[in-house]
DNA sequence: AGTCCTTTGAAGTAG
DNA sequence: CTACTTCAAAGGACT
């Protein structure tokens, strides 16, 4: 597309008007040879531990593709850190977020053991989930036009669908997830925008939100641009059996997201976001991996000798 | 309130 | 087909 309009001057951030991030490198303990993280020095990283926190296996990979016996050393763990959030509890007996419709599943169906069996699962209580605060949004969410959709945006198990979000999306998931009020549910006005779809998780997606939570228990940050520097090396570091579980994941997502919208296209969201216009993706930048706002600026990376010790 | 940062992968667009 | 762009999640920082 308008290819050359897309650009941003990348030291406007790095550098100047956005030198609230300037990153870090920090070495994840977890990673060989003392692999480099990039962290923020804004990122309060010498937070206290909220100590031990419970595990909840996010994904269960249990007797699916991938359970050649290998366990993923990172159990999932995926709590909500945030001061104790509460949580409406879930019924525990909801089958699962993409919950199948009633017929026309095919080749999928097989392997539903992963949904049914809680590929993500619904806690009883306080404990993040992919798709959560949709779940929890309760009937605020309405007007989706699929026909596997009840009425107000349920899906036809009576559940609000974890990819369907209100078209203001990110802001008002934040008020369940974050704040988590009784939410005065939406103004009924508003009813007239339609909700947006989300895209499915990729695999990283799927890995990061399993992960995330452990990660910034063990590095005590909270910065979600440093975490995902951090669980972008780890993410190298798995073994490809482990990758090949969250592949495998992704791809029932995308199946069973397509079941359920099957004329929705990523297309649909374009545009939803504004985002600022980026520099062009240049070819000779040696090596560079790739970033949404042009390559990675290694070289601002600040010593390690600024960093606190307990990340080094 | 909205955007950026940061990551990878999927999918879209442009040429 | 290739190269590039956008979005998905997350939450603090910033505008």
């Known amino acids: 597309m308008d290819d050359g309009m897309k650009h941003q001057d990348p030291g406007m951030y790095k550098g100047s008007a956005y030198s609230g991030y300037p990153f870090l490198m920090l070495s ?31 994904i269960p990979y249990s007797n699916d593709h991938f359970s050649h016996g290998s366990h993923s050393p990172h159990l999932p ?9 509460h949580r409406p509890s879930q019924t525990s007996d909801i089958p699962g977020f993409y919950p199948l419709p009633p017929s026309g599943v095919g080749q999928i169906t097989p392997s539903m053991g992963w949904q049914s069996q809680s590929v993500y699962p619904l806690p009883s209580c306080g404990f993040r989930q992919p798709y959560s605060s949709a779940l929890s949004a309760g ?22 669908h974890p990819a369907i979000v209100p078209h203001s999306g990110k802001q008002e998931m934040e008020h369940y997830d974050r704040n988590m009020k009784p939410q005065p549910e939406p103004k009924r006005e508003k009813e007239a925008k339609k909700p947006t779809i989300k895209k499915p998780l990729n695999a990283f997606m799927l ?27 780890r993410w190298h570091a798995l073994s490809r059996e482990e990758q090949a579980k969250y592949y495998e994941l992704a791809r029932k997502e995308r199946q069973l997201h397509m079941q359920l919208y099957p004329g929705w ?29 042009g ?17 080094l």
């Open 28 to 58: 994840d303990p977890y990673l060989p040879n003392g692999s480099m993280s990039p962290l923020s020095n804004k990122v309060p990283v010498v937070q206290p531990s909220h100590g031990v926190h419970p595990l909840t296996p996010l």
């Open 77 to 85: 763990a995926d709590i909500n850190q945030k001061q104790g959030v």
């Open 139 to 160: 009937a605020s969410f309405s007007r989706f036009p699929h026909p596997l959709m009840l009425g107000s945006g349920m899906h036809t198990t009576g559940i609000p």
């Open 207 to 233: 890995y990061m939100k399993e992960m995330r939570a452990k990660v910034i228990a063990e590095c005590t940050l909270k910065e979600s641009a440093a975490i995902n520097q951090i669980l972008g090396r």
């Open 265 to 293: 296209s990523a297309r649909d969201n374009y545009g939803k976001k504004k985002r600022r216009t980026r520099e062009k993706q240049q070819d000779s930048n040696s090596g560079g991996k790739r970033s949404a706002f």
């Open 295 to 311: 390559t990675y600026k290694e070289k601002d990376a600040v010593p390690a000798q600024f960093l606190p010790m307990e990340v």
